[in-house]
C-alpha cells in the first residue's frame, strides 16, 4: 500500500523540497545501493508478472537502456505476488527521487483487466525511472512511453511520486489493460501526502496545461464507457471517474492539514518535520517495512546526494543518512532470511542444489546471514514497544530524535569535507570517508537498538510480564 509525502522549497525552513515515505509490504527489505553501468541497449529486460500473481499476467520484455545511473533504493521480496527483487523507489546520482504508492481503480476497471496483461509492474516503473531519468519530468514521460508502448501489468491500480529540485509530479497508473495514465505536477508551494495517490480536478479543456499529462485515451475512454459526459458533469475529476472515489483518505487530510500549519509557522517545515511526518505512530507502524526522507538539494557533486533511511517503520528505527559516495552497504542492512519469502524451503548448502535442486539453494549469501539482521534487531525493538506502549514509546522517540538532531548537525561538515577532498580531485578518498561515516553510523545506530531493547526486554518482565495474546497489539492508526 505504501505512503508518500512531498513538501514544496518555499515551505521549507531551509528552501528545499522534500520527499518522504515508506513501503507497505509484510516481507523482507533491504537497503541497497546500485552502481551506474554501461549496458547493451540491444538487449531486453524482462518485466511485469506472471501466472502466479494475485491479478496474473504474462512475462515480457523491454528494450534495456545504454546506461544505467547509480542509485539507492530499498528492495523486497514479496507483494501480491510480483516477482522478487521489487522497490517502491529511491534516489538517483541525479537527484531524481521516486515513492512508489498504491492507487485503488474502480472496480470495472479492475474486473476488466485481462488476465494476460503485458507490459512493466510497478516496482518496474519505479526501477527504470531510477535507472533512466535525469528529472522528475523524464520519469513521467518515461512511464507514459513505456505503458503507451508496451503496457502495464496492474494488481489493481498504482501511483507513484516523482521529485527532483525543482518540481515533483504524482503519477496514477490506472487498472484495466487501457494503458490509461494521468500526471499532475507538484510546484514550490505544494504538500501532497499520497495513501492511496490521487488526482482530482483535471483541466481537460487546456491541452497544453503545463501542470498536467496523460494519455492519448484519458478522456475518450471515459465518454466511451459513460463515466464522463461533458454536457453533465462540471469537471473531469480523475478520482471520481478511475479511481476508488472516495477522493482525500481521512490519513491524508489529517497528515496535509497537519503540514499545512507546521508550514504556516515563522520557521516553516524543517526536516525534523518532514522525519515526524514519517514516524508519527498515527501513521506508521509494524506495516511499514522503512522509511525514508530525501532533502531534494542540488548539488554539484552527485556523490553528496543523500537520503535518510529507517530500516523498519520509523517508529522504532531512526533516520540515518545514506550518501550516494558511499561504496557499499554494511552486511547488516542488506537482504537476510528473515521475513524473506521462499527461505523457509532453502537450505545453505550445496548437497540438494548439486543434485539438481535448483530452488533448493537460500538467495541470502551465507557471510550475510552470519551476521546481525538489523530488520530483525529493529522489528524486535518495535514489538517490545507495542507490547506497553504508555511506557516505552514516548522515551523511544526521544532517544531517536535526539540521535537524529545529533546526526544533522554533523552533515555540514561531511559536506564541507567531501567537498574539499573532491575539489583537490581526490575522489577516491571522498568515496572512503562517505564510505566510513555512512557505515559507522548506521552500525552505531543498531548498536543503540540493541543496547534499548535489552533494557525494554528487562523492564517488560520485571515491570509487566512479556505478553502471549495470539492479537498482536498496535498503536491506533487513522488508515
Same mark, same amino acid.
Given at each position: 500500500m505504501s505512503y508518500g509525502i512531498y513538501i514544496g522549497k518555499n515551505l521549507t525552513r531551509d528552501g528545499i523540497s522534500y520527499l518522504g515515505g515508506y513501503g507497505d509490504e509484510p516481507s523482507s527489505h533491504w537497503l541497497e545501493l546500485i552502481p551506474a553501468a554501461d549496458l547493451d541497449s540491444a538487449e531486453n529486460v524482462p518485466v511485469g508478472v506472471d501466472h502466479t500473481a494475485d491479478m496474473p499476467g504474462v512475462r515480457s520484455t523491454v528494450p534495456q537502456s545504454a546506461h544505467a545511473a547509480r542509485h539507492l533504493r530499498v528492495s523486497y521480496s514479496y507483494y501480491k505476488g510480483v516477482l522478487a527483487p521489487?522497490?517502491?523507489?529511491?534516489?538517483?546520482?541525479y537527484g531524481v527521487a521516486v515513492r512508489d504508492i498504491w492507487s485503488t481503480s474502480r472496480q470495472e476497471l479492475i474486473d476488466m483487466t485481462p488476465t494476460t496483461q503485458s507490459g512493466p509492474n510497478y516496482s518496474d516503473l519505479a526501477r527504470f525511472v531510477l535507472e533512466r531519468a535525469e528529472t522528475a519530468r523524464q520519469g513521467v514521460e518515461l512511464i507514459g512511453a513505456l505503458i503507451g508502448e508496451f503496457g502495464e501489468s496492474t494488481y489493481g491500480g498504482n501511483s507513484h511520486l516523482i521529485a527532483d529540485d525543482d518540481e515533483a509530479w504524482v503519477v496514477i497508473q490506472f487498472a484495466g489493460g487501457q494503458g490509461l495514465w494521468a500526471a499532475e505536477r507538484l510546484g514550490d508551494n505544494s504538500i501532497r501526502a499520497s495513501r492511496p495517490g490521487y488526482i482530482l480536478s483535471v483541466p481537460i479543456d487546456q491541452l497544453e496545461h503545463p501542470d498536467y499529462l496523460y494519455s492519448s485515451n484519458f478522456v475518450s475512454f471515459a465518454v466511451s464507457k459513460g463515466w464522463f459526459n461533458s454536457d453533465r458533469d462540471m469537471e473531469f475529476n480523475a478520482n471520481l471517474i478511475y479511481g476508488d472515489g472516495k477522493q482525500k483518505w481521512d490519513g491524508v487530510k489529517w497528515i496535509e492539514s497537519q503540514m499545512l500549519d507546521l508550514a504556516s509557522r515563522p520557521e516553516r517545515i524543517g526536516i525534523e518535520d518532514v522525519m515526524w511526518a514519517v514516524r508519527t505512530p498515527k501513521l506508521t507502524g509494524d506495516t511499514a517495512g522503512y522509511g525514508q526522507v530525501v532533502p531534494l538539494r542540488e548539488q554539484k557533486y552527485s556523490m553528496l546526494r543523500m537520503m535518510w533511511h529507517a530500516h523498519i517503520g520509523a517508529m522504532a528505527a531512526p533516520?540515518?543518512?545514506?550518501? &550516494?559516495? &558511499?561504496?557499499?552497504?554494511?552486511?547488516?542492512?542488506?537482504?537476510?532470511?528473515? @521475513?524473506?519469502?521462499?527461505?523457509?524451503?532453502?537450505? &545453505?548448502? &550445496?548437497?540438494?542444489?548439486?543434485?539438481?535442486?535448483?530452488?533448493?539453494?537460500?538467495t541470502v549469501s551465507q557471510g550475510v546471514e552470519s551476521t546481525r539482521s538489523a530488520t530483525a534487531i529493529y522489528k524486535r525493538l518495535m514489538y517490545l514497544v507495542l507490547q506497553n506502549p504508555e511506557e516505552f514509546a514516548d522515551e523511544l522517540q526521544e532517544i531517536?530524535?535526539?540521535?537524529?538532531?545529533? @546526526?544533522?548537525?554533523?552533515?555540514?561538515? =561531511?559536506?564541507?569535507?567531501? =567537498?574539499? @577532498?573532491?575539489?583537490?580531485?581526490?575522489?577516491?578518498l571522498a568515496e572512503q570517508y562517505l564510505d566510513y561515516y555512512c557505515g559507522s553510523e548506521l552500525d552505531k545506530a543498531l548498536d543503540s537498538a540493541e543496547i534499548l531493547a535489552k533494557s525494554f526486554e528487562l523492564r517488560t518482565r520485571l515491570k509487566f510480564g512479556i505478553k502471549n495474546q495470539s492479537a498482536p497489539l498496535s498503536m491506533e492508526q487513522i488508515w
Open positions: 521489487i522497490t517502491n523507489g529511491g534516489l538517483n546520482e533516520f540515518t543518512p545514506v550518501y &550516494m559516495g &558511499m561504496q557499499e552497504v554494511p552486511f547488516e542492512y542488506r537482504k537476510h532470511r528473515y @521475513l524473506s519469502v521462499g527461505e523457509s524451503s532453502r537450505f &545453505m548448502d &550445496m548437497r540438494h542444489y548439486k543434485q539438481g535442486e535448483t530452488e533448493s539453494l537460500s531517536w530524535i535526539a540521535l537524529e538532531s545529533e @546526526l544533522l548537525t554533523k552533515q555540514s561538515t =561531511i559536506a564541507k569535507t567531501s =567537498i574539499i @577532498l573532491l575539489e583537490q580531485k581526490e575522489a577516491n
